[in-house]
Nanobody, 121 residues
Framework: QVQLVESGGGSVQPGGSLRLSCAASGGIFSMLIIKWHRQAPGKERELVALINSGGGTNYADSVKGRFTISRDIITHTAYLQMNSLKPEDTAVYYC???????????????WGQGTQVTVSS
């Protein structure tokens, strides 16, 4: 079982930047699919970005060109760099990791505790 610990949330003005971190333990980090999701009050959870075991990335249309997902295989940490933040980016952001079996059997995998991001003037 993979354990995930997120950090880096906070409050920022529109146009600002934040970097979220997701520290993983208990799995083979390089083989994980790491995803960042977010959930705003009253809205469904949204997949924001993912990075697969080969390093390939994918983004929701709403964040393309503004957010960048990356990973450091040595420190077992994934990141979500968020630039040009907008008020509509306000949400709780969750890190999620799937190993091969999770992917194969369509299981959600492991989740972090979530970190609040607030974009407001």
């Amino acid at each position: 079982q993979v354990q995930l610990v997120e950090s880096g949330g906070g409050s920022v003005q529109p146009g600002g930047s934040l970097r979220l971190s997701c520290a993983a333990s208990g799995g083979i980090f390089s083989m994980l699919i790491i995803k960042w999701h977010r959930q705003a009050p009253g809205k469904e959870r949204e997949l924001v970005a993912l990075i697969n075991s080969g390093g390939g990335t994918n983004y929701a249309d709403s964040v393309k060109g503004r957010f960048t997902i990356s990973r450091d295989i040595i420190t077992h940490t994934a990141y979500l760099q968020m630039n040009s933040l907008k008020p509509e980016d306000t949400a709780v952001y969750y890190c999620n990791a799937q190993d091969y079996d999770d992917y194969r059997y369509d299981r959600e995998g492991s989740w972090g505790q979530g970190t609040q991001v607030t974009v407001s003037s």
